[in-house]
């Protein structure tokens, strides 16, 4: 069944006008306006309603009334006439459910019977209106933190204009969950459901709740659970998100209320009451693209082939070229009046692309315009084939071609004349074994709801990597089969290597790649030898290293020789990997080598490698 999809103006950012004309624009049917934004707008209760009419937004509820229920006289007499009051502007405002939720003060008074006796009051008042009043248990309130506390003074306070109000957060952060709610709570007496997802932290529910709420599938809570049981209670009312989050409240409000469309719709997806086209499968990365004018691409091109890339092939009506080694496929677009050049004018040599190599492109593109991601066309020539792309959160485009079994070969054979030699791929690399991106403060969730939602790409645990000048937080992506390996990074310090790439050139985007090899001792040895800009790791590094690991020193020196990095998984898989200097100042490369079923990146290594990139002189 439908649901309506509706969100709290207090997930976003601007004023009352702001936040609604927003959540139309993305697609909500309904809005849950919060006491504050109501308070803080120049207008009256009757103009915002018509400011809702007009934007085609329903106001699902007024939120929230704090504080009510089973305080001790005068208060409880006061809080009736405040109660009235908060009526006359319902009525204003053309809204007919209010949000009570449970009291937080010390003075509450430890008696359910009199919180029902107190909301049956409420409700009696309310029902007299045409108004009703739904009850939602804080996971901080006094004496009413859970839903089922909640759902037995409902009972008691039985009133067909009282009913009970869910929110994911509360329950799910007190390790609660829903079981019971299906045989104890009739489907009409479900006023109203609220969604939150939220990282795993250890803090209190009041200081987590308003500053760290997600939408859902940007956290850890099993927000998909939540809302199955909900359906299965016969709930039929808006599916309503309300998140707190300090960075959202700062965010541009379009790109977070479509987010949480996004997020709701997948959600949806997840307990099958949404059908959208299917996740892809994806199998890596099948290029990298370079936006670049000659002088960059020549600078490039002689760096890579220092890396064993060679020339391989010109486009055949662009002025692009593919570099390769073995099957790491580097496209160099010079081209102008393209994306690239685009991208070039405003950012100077950058990455403007990655193509990942999925199942069915067609489907992919369908479900991303079902989860409301732009959609790229760009133009092309007589006889060659249009490669569909998405447009990720920060404006990188993501070609979508086809499996190497499909046909992600015929990309390189249809639109370009290949040199002979490389046209079957020849050299040391096995491919792509991952891009990571830096990414503006504030826009990590914006990311991880893109990767997760369209692509089906699973995160890892959050780690934290000290640079010198500042933290990096940083959150890998992957998907099941470990072909598509996609680490994420943020700062909110401008001084650190992620944080001076998204200041210094105005944007945010692929700032490393690593090139997968069967033997990164060779594979480093080789590029040394043609007089790679490797990048020097400092000797104690390598005596903690031995320390660490227990490494024999033959082992240990060769390591240091060719300075390499190492780490070991706890189930023996191994990560050898070395890195090269920035070209520009910008981006820069790395070799991996993984045995053993390693899948993480060498994360204890991050600090030495920014030490390192940074004792450099800038523009090295
Ligand atoms: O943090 C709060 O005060 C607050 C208010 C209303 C809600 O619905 C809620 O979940 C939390
Ligand atoms: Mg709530």
Redesign the pocket.
């Known amino acids: 069944m439908h649901h309506k999809r509706s969100i709290a103006t207090v997930c976003l950012s601007g004023s009352l006008p702001d936040k609604l004309e927003a959540a139309a624009a993305a697609g909500f049917e309904a809005v849950e306006i919060f006491e504050n934004d109501l308070l803080t707008f120049e207008g009256s209760a009757r103009e915002a309603r018509r400011l809702c009419a007009d934007l085609g937004l329903e106001i699902a509820i007024f939120?929230?009334f704090?504080d009510f229920e089973a305080m001790p006289e005068p208060q409880r007499a006061r809080n009736l006439d405040r109660a009235e009051r908060k009526f006359d502007t319902m009525q204003a405002l053309g809204a007919e459910l209010l949000?009570v939720?449970s009291n937080v003060q010390a003075a509450a008074l430890p008696e359910p019977a009199r919180a029902a006796a107190d909301l049956r009051e409420m409700a009696e008042r309310a029902g007299r209106r045409g108004l009703r009043i739904g009850y939602?248990a804080?996971a901080w309130g006094t004496h009413t933190n859970r839903w089922r506390q909640a759902w037995d003074i409902v009972q008691q306070a039985d009133h067909p204009a009282l009913g009970l109000?869910l929110?994911s957060?509360?329950t799910l952060c007190l390790g609660d969950d829903l079981a019971g709610l299906a045989q104890a709570v009739p489907a009409e007496k479900l006023f109203f459901v609220?969604f939150a997802d939220a990282p795993r932290l250890t803090l209190d529910p009041?200081s987590w709740?308003?500053h760290f709420r997600s939408f859902p599938g940007q956290g850890e809570l099993p927000v998909a659970g939540f809302l199955r049981d909900i359906l299965a209670a016969g709930y039929c009312g808006p599916l309503s998100l309300?998140v707190?989050n300090d960075e959202f409240r700062a965010a541009p409000s379009r790109r977070i209320a479509r987010d949480g469309l996004r997020s709701l719709i997948w959600l949806e997806e997840q307990v099958g009451n949404a059908a959208l086209p299917a996740m892809p499968k994806l199998s890596g990365i099948e290029f990298v693209e370079f936006a670049v004018d000659h002088a960059a691409r020549a600078e490039l091109g002689a760096m890579l082939g220092t890396m064993g890339f060679r020339h391989a092939g010109t486009h055949r009506s662009k002025d692009v070229e593919l570099w390769r080694n073995g099957g790491a496929n580097l496209v160099l677009n010079a081209e102008p009046d393209s994306a690239a050049s685009e991208r070039f004018q405003q950012l100077g040599p950058s990455v403007c692309a990655m193509a990942f190599r999925v199942d069915d492109p067609a489907r992919l593109v369908a479900r991303a315009e079902a989860l409301l991601c732009p959609v790229w066309r760009e133009r092309t020539g007589e006889g060659e084939r249009r490669i569909p792309a998405l447009r990720a959160p920060d404006g990188t485009l993501i070609y979508l071609v086809e499996n190497p079994e499909g046909g992600a070969r015929r990309i390189w054979e249809d639109d370009f004349h290949l040199e002979e030699a490389e046209a079957t791929g020849s050299g040391g690399l096995l491919g792509m074994d991952h891009a990571a991106q830096a990414l503006a403060p504030g826009m990590m969730d914006s990311f991880v709801l893109f990767y997760r939602a369209l692509f089906g790409l699973e995160p890892d645990t959050p780690w934290e990597l000290p640079d010198p000048y500042g933290l990096v937080r940083s959150r890998a992506f992957a998907s099941g089969d470990g072909s598509l390996r996609l680490p994420l990074n943020v700062s909110e310090s401008t001084r650190t290597g992620t944080g001076r790439f998204v200041s210094a050139f105005a944007g945010a985007g692929v700032h490393h790649i690593a090139f997968a090899t069967p033997d990164a001792e060779a594979t480093v040895a080789a590029a040394a030898a043609r007089g790679a800009p490797l990048l020097d790791i400092p000797s104690n590094y390598y005596e903690d290293l031995g320390a660490r690991f227990g490494l024999e020193d033959a082992e240990l020196n060769a390591l240091a020789r060719q300075h390499l990095l190492y780490d070991r998984d706890a189930q023996g898989g191994t990560f050898r990997h070395a890195y090269t200097r920035a070209f520009r100042d910008r981006f820069f490369f790395e070799i991996v080598e993984r045995a053993g079923g390693y899948a993480g990146f060498g994360a204890a290594n991050a600090a030495v490698r920014m030490a390192a990139q940074r004792r450099l002189p800038r523009g090295d």
């Open positions: 939120q929230p704090r949000l939720c939602e804080l109000i929110d957060f509360h609220q009041l709740s308003r309300e707190f």
